[in-house]
């Protein structure tokens, strides 16, 4: 389990700025999001300051596997207080598919639990995001 650390004093307020730190996280991890799906976890503290982020699966052209469980336990180790889940398509194409729906409800349902907030869902592409709570999906 690798977790990158990465302080940092602004916080996050907008899906905009989500986006660009989700951006950042992409290239620290060394994902190439126009190639294949990676899923990353951005780990926030309580004033929604990033404190790390967390590769948690490199998939392939047409999909990754998200493991909930793998998530919150680097949330709980790390101390997070809040995350941002994030995953690419490298088709451009930013419409959640009927799993991408499901699998945010699983998050926010376990972040619920371990009192983890889960802030948004990015999809990712080189030009542009789509964000789960701008279209009220959280």
Do not use: W
């Amino acid at each position: 389990m690798k977790y990158t650390r990465s302080y940092g004093t602004e916080a996050i307020k907008d899906s905009e700025t989500a986006y660009s730190i989700c951006k950042q996280a992409y290239a620290q991890a060394e994902a190439n999001i126009n190639l294949k799906e990676y899923f990353i976890v951005i780990l926030l503290n309580r004033a929604n300051q990033v404190i790390g982020y967390y590769k948690l699966s490199e998939g392939g052209l047409s999909g990754t596997v998200a493991d909930v469980r793998l998530a919150f336990s680097v949330a709980l180790k790390c101390l997070a207080s809040a995350m941002i889940i994030t995953h690419c398509h490298p088709s451009g194409q930013l419409k959640p598919s009927s799993q991408d729906l499901k699998l945010t409800k699983q998050f926010v349902e376990a972040g619920k639990l371990m009192e983890i907030q889960v802030l948004d869902h990015l999809i990712v592409s080189i030009d542009g995001y789509f964000s789960f709570a701008n279209e009220g999906l959280i």
